[in-house]
């Protein structure tokens, strides 16, 4: 077995109204955009979705919305990287009969 590592970002979003959402992306692209929509859909003020999710505007309008309830709001965004097993497939070629 030879080893690989890849890249996978967490978003963990709450309030304490209900359960933590928790999403697991393959990009921080896709986890930046995924925690612009959690906060753009508990805020009032910030429906229109402008440009594509930039991780300095998302991280200050979750401020925003955190600091409205600090003791029970929350987000987090991480990266991780995991390392997977990859199987030694066709590591010996067998010639194949005419």
């Known amino acids: ?3 690989d590592a890849v890249s996978a970002y967490t978003v963990l979003f709450g309030d304490g109204e209900g359960p933590a959402a928790v999403s697991v992306h393959g ?3 896709e986890a930046w955009a995924a925690l ?3 906060v753009r859909g508990r ?3 910030w ?3 402008p440009a594509p999710a930039d991780e300095q505007r998302v991280t200050e309008l979750a401020e925003r919305w955190r600091r409205a309830d600090p003791e029970r709001r929350y987000w987090h965004v991480a990266p991780h990287r995991l390392r997977v097993t ?3 497939i066709a590591a010996t070629r067998t010639p194949r009969p005419a």
Do not use: C, F, G, V
Request: charged residues 35%; hydrophobic residues 30%.
């Open 1 to 3: 077995m030879t080893y």
């Open 27 to 29: 990009s921080a692209d």
């Open 36 to 38: 612009d929509t959690l």
């Open 43 to 45: 805020s009032r003020r």
């Open 47 to 49: 429906r229109s979705r």
């Open 86 to 88: 990859i199987p030694a």
